[in-house]
């Protein structure tokens, strides 16, 4: 399991130079990976490739564009344009989307969102994997008159669905490389989440997918304040009916519930429990709620426990060589 930290966020914009910073502090804390929301403000393919160019070995990735707005051409060459220029780190997460953002942002209505997930995915799998598509949908076309590889591109852009309904999940695992859950605790992602992605995966004969588990979480002495402001900061999805379900699915109530906020033992306690439920991948969102300090001790713990992980992962495969 690696571990990693969200930067920016649809309510946190920071100038692009202080993210590079601390992007930089992540990398050098011993982080995997950094992640950038997708908001009507910065493009996150464009900001995650200055970041991983400024900051090489650091994995970044996009979680997540809203398919609703956008389509498999343009996505495509801003994804391809970003590994090229991370030198194969980056990773594309596509969402849903909400209605209200859809329909009051962008003037669309939102219909059939499992359908043109599943297109937009099939052309972009095409694009990504080929440098060309040829798709005829009920809901979108995508063809390429001349080529959309993007020079050094490689490998293909692992495709990645902020997915947690049955039926999204079930095209995240044919279609997808796997999915981006956000909110959902470890009881919701091993009872229902992770098993539903693996067997749409192995049904469509595809790799395992990842579980890239998105946890708002904070390392702090001052558990009572940090959480009353992790219920404010997340309760935007306290209204949102898929994010309810899987709050509910998680023993929670509200958003904040989720929140994982303790000292270093309960952090890294609940950070195990994830990777038992089947998280191969937890990313850290939210960690500046407590202020400065607090970030700085989180992104510690979790640079240490990826460091750990990293360590345990080349024990196992030493040992299974020599074997």
């Given amino acids: 399991m690696t571990l990693g930290v969200v930067l920016s966020t649809t309510k946190r914009q920071l100038p692009i130079d202080d993210t590079v910073r601390l992007a930089r502090e992540a990398h050098d804390a011993g982080l995997h990976s950094a992640w950038f929301g997708q908001s009507f403000a910065y493009d996150s393919p464009s900001l995650a490739a200055i970041v991983g160019r400024e900051v090489p070995g650091l994995h970044v990735g996009t979680a997540a564009i809203p398919v609703f707005g956008r389509h498999p051409l343009i996505v495509s060459s801003q994804a391809q344009t970003a590994q090229a220029a991370t030198g194969g780190r980056y990773h ?16 669309l209505r939102y219909e059939r969102p499992v359908r043109l997930l599943r297109e937009f995915l099939t052309a972009l799998r095409q694009l990504v994997e080929t440098g060309g598509a040829d798709f005829h949908g009920e809901l979108l076309t995508a063809t390429t008159p001349w080529p959309a590889a993007v020079p050094g591109a490689e490998p293909p ?31 919701a992602l091993a009872e229902d989440i992770v098993p539903a992605v693996t067997a749409a995966a192995a049904a469509a004969g595809r790799p395992a997918p990842r579980i890239v588990a998105i946890v708002p979480g904070v390392v702090t002495a001052d558990t009572e304040s940090v959480r009353q402001e992790a219920f404010e900061s997340l309760s935007l999805f306290d209204g949102i009916p898929s994010y309810q379900r899987v709050i509910a699915r998680s023993g929670g109530t509200r958003a904040g519930d989720l929140a994982v906020v303790g000292d270093e033992e309960t952090v890294a306690a609940e950070v195990r429990r994830y990777r038992e439920a089947g998280a191969t991948e937890v990313v850290f969102t939210s960690t500046h709620l407590g202020g400065e300090a607090d970030r700085v001790r ?11 992980s990293g360590a345990k992962d080349s024990d196992t495969k030493e040992s299974g060589t020599r074997g």
């Avoid at 997460?93 to 209200?100: E, F, N, V």
């Avoid at 990645?160 to 959902?184: H, K, N, T, W």
Wanted: avoid cysteine.
């Fill in 157 to 187: 852009v692992p495709l990645l669905v902020a997915a947690m309904g049955p039926q999204a999940l079930r095209v995240s695992g044919e279609l997808a490389d796997g999915i981006l859950p956000f909110l959902a605790g470890p009881r």
């Fill in 92 to 107: 594309l997460g596509l969402a849903l989307g909400t209605k209200h953002l859809t329909e009051e942002g962008f003037g």
């Fill in 298 to 308: 989180t992104w510690k713990l979790l640079g240490e426990l990826s460091r750990e």
